[in-house]
């Protein structure tokens, strides 16, 4: 296998350990595997790259520990429904099945939505602050040709001072699983770490300055090769060399975006991202999808927020068997993402088939390499 | 699906007789053993006389201290429901489901037979006597219709495989250290555990050589200086002082860390097959998703399977098979709904007239919708019927959310753990794995 770039990433290494002074945080333009890539010291002004490696994703929700923005509590899971539902688990001990089977005929829950109630109310999130971007463009919320009416929250942190868009939130920021310890948030996180399917490159060429910068190039590819924690395990080796897996081009994204303040924001575009979680895979299919991150010298963390099609979420985590630790209720879920749903409505029905949200991810700076050869896309390490 | 030809299996088995346990050769030199080996795309598999593959169960060892029947008579009545706190109560559907061994009837002896070589003879808790392999009770799967099928052992993957332990009885084979056999496309070839690889010969190669092709450098495999040749492998000088393994008179060697052959396969490198890989149908296609190579229909459609495995009491006993004409149709309820819902989400790949059974691929006859009472059966014998295409025995869907060629939303869809849809992966084609 061609390792091209080695020297670099070791120096730094070498650099982000304080190792060697003097060197600046940017990396070369793209390594590609013929060796084509310029040295540090004769780039031109323009031509730096920022190579990065999702390391986390997780829902962005508004969590407190007294669960302020929960007053009703978290939303009760399967079982509680299954024992709310008169008659229910008299049936299921006469003809059998598991709590899984609270249908009228033993239909699970998640893949009946429609035909299975939920006794027990749905808990939403409630708070005027959250995480998200402006995806819509509006200050209120407004119905547009686009979007259907939807509240909006005050951006916090990166976002801070703009009303911004995540019903989502709405829908699982209550839920147990997806918050900050949940079974489906962890676990996802987790796999976006330690699984190849879910390794997302990203790529932002042309840069001047981290700091400030009006115009970069920014592309986002699937991954191939492995993230390696450091021995504490709490941060990744950075300036690790990262294959784009060539054999899926259709996770090539292309947008254009700027740094201001040391924070990389993207041009919305439409996106597909492959998805990895508990053995459901599936493409992860937005619109609008934006980028809000603040780079590090060794990493990079932040907001990837943009229009979910709903209905795409809601399989990709309600098509394998129920685990009662998530405490979800799926077809309060399955309203909930319907109710909420504020992005790009049907144009015979008017209901929206897409939903804001944000996620909060971070990164590892990565050198990203272009294999020129198919060995090269898919040799092993 | 085609039947394996005994007599070139035969002849297969023979070329690796020698690598075979002392008893086992001689067994089956005599003829005296109640079972013989056929090397076959699943490996080397045990069959009965009447060619029919034979199967074990895993942890079912009749001579270990603590041994129980897990492939008992006696059908999986009761689940637990730990999660619930509801109390054990039966599963769902349980009126329907049969025991395991109505699913692999053992393989009983006569009542006159006397264990032989590696094969023993344990009586059953019904009073039955059954052949055993080096101690594993033999049964046979009533999803295998004729010779040369292996049907009873696919299971799918992912959650519909939970608790499934049923699999391919297979004759001990010895390999020198570090190779094993793999499952591919291509078939059953030569795998080299150290780097996980398939291991390759050059059909050019007519005497030891450091091989270099195209940029790409093959490394010998290696043999200890003790290493002496046995059947089909022999040792070769591999220059400085080295040996080298060769299998059936070519020399072995490890290719560049790479998956992709198209690059060498130029320059006469080729796979070790032990035993070729099935071919397909025509309609029948191949296509890479997420998970990695899936069969799909003629549109590129991935293509799914329903397995259905009910698990046994206490997961002392094995799970048993659900998803056959007659099995609850409960369970399938539990996936998708009525038989109205599931026939339109999961939609049977339609054989036509002409349509021929190729390889791994048959078609099978079954009922669409896939069932019309809910408390009834899968399959029923009086609802419409069509002739679909079926991987081992399975009969093959398409998922109505996946818009294009690739799509595999609809694997891993599950009601119930051990029982939902898997994607027909292609075998050795993952793509899930971490370089």
């Not at chain 1, 951006?155 to 868009?165: H, P, R």
Request: proline letters at 7%.
């Amino acid at each position: 296998m061609v390792r091209l770039g080695q020297n670099r990433r070791e120096a730094r290494l070498l650099a982000s350990l304080g190792l060697v002074a003097g060197l600046g945080a940017l990396v070369p333009a793209a390594s590609s595997a013929d060796g084509s890539a310029k040295s540090a010291s004769t780039s031109s002004p323009g031509s730096q790259t920022i190579g990065l490696a999702i390391t986390s994703w997780r829902w962005a929700l508004m969590e407190t520990p007294d669960l302020k923005e929960c007053p009703n509590g978290l939303q009760p899971g399967e079982v509680a429904q299954l024992k709310a539902t008169p008659g229910a688990v008299e049936r299921i001990r006469a003809e059998g099945g598991t709590f899984e089977q609270r249908g009228p005929n033993g239909e699970s829950p998640q893949h009946s939505p429609d035909l299975v109630k939920d006794p027990l109310p749905f808990r939403e999130l409630v708070s005027k602050a959250g995480f998200g971007a402006n995806l819509d463009g509006t200050p209120d919320g407004r119905a547009t040709a686009r979007t259907c009416k939807h509240d909006k929250f005050a951006g916090v942190d990166l976002t801070q001072g703009e009303q911004v868009d995540n019903q989502t939130a709405r829908v699982l920021g209550c839920v147990q699983g997806f918050r900050t310890g949940g079974q489906t948030a962890e676990f996802y996180s987790n796999e976006v770490a330690n699984f190849v399917v879910n390794r997302h490159l990203i790529e932002v060429t042309g840069v001047d300055s981290e700091v400030n910068d009006p115009a970069v190039e920014v592309r986002i590819y699937k991954g191939y090769d492995r993230v390696v924690r450091t021995a504490d395990g709490n941060r990744f080796v950075p300036f690790l060399s990262q294959r784009i897996d060539t054999r899926y081009p259709q996770y090539n994204l292309k947008t254009k975006g700027r740094i201001v303040n040391g924070v990389l924001i993207t041009d919305p575009i439409s996106a597909v991202f492959p998805h990895s979680s508990e053995r459901q895979y599936a493409d992860r299919d937005m619109k609008d999808m934006t980028l809000r991150l603040k780079l590090g010298p060794e990493s990079a963390d932040g907001i990837l927020a943009g229009y979910d099609n709903w209905k795409r979420q809601y399989e990709l985590h309600s098509k394998r068997v129920v685990a009662e630790l998530d405490k979800m209720s799926h077809p309060s879920i399955w309203h909930a993402y319907k109710r909420y749903a504020d992005g790009y409505p049907d144009p015979k029905t008017g209901q929206c088939n897409y939903i804001s949200a944000a996620y909060k991810i971070t990164a590892v700076r990565s050198i990203i390499v272009h294999p020129a050869k198919p060995s090269q896309r898919i040799a092993r390490n | 699906m085609k039947a394996l030809p005994l007599n070139r299996a035969a002849a297969v088995g023979a070329l690796i007789l020698a690598c075979l346990s002392p008893a086992a050769a001689r067994d089956a030199e005599t003829g005296t053993a109640p079972a013989h080996m056929v090397m076959t795309f699943d490996g080397p598999v045990l069959v009965n006389p009447a060619g029919m593959a034979l199967y074990t169960v895993a942890n079912e060892d009749s001579a270990a201290y603590h041994f129980t029947w897990r492939c008992t008579n006696v059908a999986p009545v009761r689940v637990r429901d730990a999660q619930s706190e509801t109390g054990d109560r039966p599963h769902i559907g349980y009126k329907l489901l049969k025991s395991c061994a109505a699913k692999f009837p053992p393989y009983l002896a006569d009542a006159n037979a006397k264990p032989v070589g590696d094969y023993t003879i344990v009586t059953r808790p019904e009073g039955s006597r059954q052949w055993a392999y080096r101690n594993y009770p033999l049964y046979t799967s009533i999803r295998d219709h004729k010779p040369g099928e292996r049907n009873g052992s696919y299971n799918g993957s992912g959650y519909s495989a939970r608790g499934f332990g049923m699999r391919l009885a297979v004759q001990a084979v010895r390999l020198p250290v570090g190779f094993k056999f793999s499952r591919r496309n291509e078939g059953l070839v030569l795998h080299w555990t150290a780097t996980e690889t398939p291991l390759y010969t050059n059909r050019n190669a007519s005497r030891v050589q450091l091989a270099s092709a195209g940029g790409l450098s093959f490394d010998p495999v290696l043999a200890p200086a003790v290493a002496s040749a046995s059947g089909d492998w022999s040792i070769v000088e591999a220059g400085a002082g080295q040996k080298q393994y060769a299998f059936r008179g070519k020399p072995l060697y490890i290719a560049p860390l790479t998956i992709d052959e198209t690059e060498f396969k130029a320059a006469g490198w080729e796979m070790v097959v032990v035993s070729k890989g099935p071919a397909l149908p025509s309609a029948i296609g191949k296509q890479l998703s997420l998970i990695g190579e899936v069969y799909t229909n003629r549109n590129g459609m991935t293509l799914y399977a329903y397995n259905c495995n009910a698990s046994g009491s206490g997961r002392v006993t094995v799970a048993v098979s659900c998803d056959a004409a007659g099995d609850p149709a409960a369970w399938m309820v539990a996936v998708c709904g009525d038989g109205k819902e599931c026939a339109k989400r999961w939609r049977p790949y339609i054989a036509a007239a002409n349509a021929k059974p190729e390889g791994e691929f048959s078609i099978v006859d079954i009922t669409y919708p896939m069932f019309t009472d809910m408390r009834g059966a899968l399959y029923p014998a009086d609802a419409p019927r069509v002739k679909v295409w079926a991987y081992r025995d399975r009969p093959l869907f398409t998922y109505h959310t996946d818009e294009k060629p690739g799509d595999i939303y609809g694997h891993n869809v599950s009601g119930l753990w051990g029982s939902g849809f898997a994607a027909v992966e292609v075998p050795g084609m993952s793509a899930i794995f971490q370089p």
